[in-house]
């Protein structure tokens, strides 16, 4: 199957002018999308694709007000499907979900979506403009025997001109992908980094005694069981390309830890050491895991090579010492030590020297997840018998209070741009998987699991 | 380990069975309990022993000794020692009750102990399950101080995992921080 991603420099047809293979990844196989631009009718600047329109950075940042209007039955067969208000609907709701902007209600609209133009010449931006829209994103769709095309365009409402447009054609059950690919392209051209549209979270599902992991895909959908162990299986951890997941498991009784290797189902053992096998975090090649072992009396922190199994001790204390990660350059490991008394943060370099504690307010201070950014640490602390989430930076400074929940906050960990946390919050005795914007609004409840707990954040899956 | 107590269990059952079937052969009694084990505070529970009749006076005797024993172990399992929060040093009722399981261990050498350590809910998997892993730790080392064999106990941590009371507060947490004691015969 071949994905094609197309751009044409002006409106004289589509031309082909990149043709890229299917690198094989389950989200490129499953559709067959044939992706090509649609052809703009004003001369698309190339600088402008660099421009960076919303500065999700600044602190007087506010969500930017976007109009997606119903989109248009382009050819002459019937939308048996309910495709013109699908696609408004999903893009609608993918972009709320982001955090970074906020969706004009249709009733609002002075245009009626099913008679109106989807070029910028037919669009009256004036209109949009006075019910407060800063970017509009229309579209059309046909069904053609037993494909799909598609067209979604994006514009810019105050100055009247389109910012980007795509054309995608697959099969009718590949919608949902279409509307999640053009997604991207709207936070590229906006905010100027790659979204988490292909991206996932693992998470474990207790299940009486027992519990097994999870997968779902960051907006709530698809989740799926992917383990059927019938023991305790608790705290996945992603390799940095997507395809293996670390985890512990009770399956020979004791805490050890192991690999699931995502594309074949394969399982391998990662360590069986007598007392506990944590994997904590892969290092940003994929080689490496550190890891939380109790062989020697005490948990301490090792470094594992994944092929070899060869181990490095990095921590030498008869305190605990816990959940190490990686910085996104690997060079350095922020990680939990009660060496002080109480449970704190300490950081110290990939082989073990120059120990430094960075937190010293609150005595309860546990699982820190170093940001892909790499500015900051998020991790857990009490606060007024609660447990919430909190950042500092790795010199100690900008410690900050995320959230102020009626509940408990637990197991955070990041989308793979940074601009997002994930994490179990724990209220009247129930469990459930969470999201927040990094700075800690938005909050966004992953449904369908009665009790879930541990997640972690995928890296993005599609290369594409 | 549920399950690996109940195999335990049934194993013993059964071996009873077996026994009384020999008609008393003495020399499976590998250890001589001549002195009676420390009276145990909770009710010696249940079965056991299917009723047997008794063939032999002798067989009966020490199937009888072998029921009381099991029932014993099962019943400090039944019982567990509590931990402040964050905290794995052993109070006072904990030290009582491994003074009582240390003496009775060391009379009972054919019984085996695997030491679970758990956590309440507060806090997270990862620290809960090195904490759980401490207090197991905690209650084998003073287990070893007063003469039981190392090789004999073994810990496992279930961290925050196995609650005992699931609801959140004060009195489920209290009762979420403990070693439990899972005490079973290794031979007959």
Known sequence: M?????????????????????????????????????????????AASAKVYIDIDSPAFQKFPVAVQDFRALGEGEDKEGSAAFFADELGKLLEMTGFFRVIPREAFLEDGATAGITAPEIRFGDWLSIGADFLVKGGFEYKDDELVSEFRLFDVVRGSLITGKRYIGRPDDRKTMVLKFAEEILLALVGEHGVFDTKIAFVVKKGDNSELYTVSFDGTNMKEITNYETLTILPRWSPEGERLAFVSYLRGNPDSYILHLNSGRREVLTDFPALNIPSSWSPDGKEILMVLGKDGYNDIYVIEVESKRLRRLTHSPSIDVSPSFSPDGSQIVF???????????????????????????????????????????????????????????????????????????????SPDGRYLVFTLRRAGIEKVCIINSTGVNLRIIEGADSAKNPAWSPRLDSD | MKRNWRFMWSMAVISMFVLVAL????????????????????????????????????????????????????????????????????????????NELGG?????????????????????????????????????????????DAKRLSTISYGKERPLDPRSCEEAWAKNRRARFNVFPTTW
């Open chain 1, 2 to 46: 071949i994905l094609l991603v197309g751009r044409v420099e002006a409106g004289c047809g589509i031309v082909i002018k990149e043709n890229r293979r299917n690198k094989g990844r389950e989200f490129c196989r499953a559709l067959g999308i044939i992706a090509a631009l649609l052809l703009s009718f004003f001369a698309w600047n190339p």
């Open chain 1, 336 to 414: 939990v030590s009660n060496r002080s008394g109480n449970p704190h943060l300490f950081i110290m370099d990939s082989k073990g020297r120059s120990v430094r504690r960075i937190t010293f307010e609150g005595t309860n201070n546990t699982s820190p997840r170093w940001s892909p950014r790499g500015n900051e640490i998020v991790y857990v602390g009490l606060v007024e018998k609660r447990f919430q989430l909190f950042t500092i930076d790795a010199k100690g400074g900008n410690n900050t209070q995320l959230t102020y929940f009626d509940g408990d906050c637990f197991d955070p960990s990041w």
């Open chain 2, 104 to 148: 009775w261990l060391k009379k009972n050498k054919n019984f085996d102990v695997i030491i679970e350590g758990h956590c309440d809910e507060r806090g997270t998997a990862e620290y809960n399950l090195a904490l759980g892993e401490r207090r197991a730790t905690a209650a084998k080392n003073y287990l070893v101080n007063l003469g039981v």
């Open chain 2, 23 to 98: 008609g008393g052969c003495a020399c499976f009694q590998e250890t001589a309990v001549k002195e009676t084990p420390a009276p145990v505070a909770e009710k010696p529970t249940e079965p056991a022993a299917a009723p047997v009749k008794a063939t032999d006076e002798d067989a009966a005797k020490v199937a009888a000794m072998r029921e009381k024993l099991v029932a014993e172990a099962h019943a400090f399992g039944e019982r567990h020692i509590h931990f402040a929060f964050d905290r794995y040093d052993l109070n006072d009722d904990a030290r009582a009750y491994l």
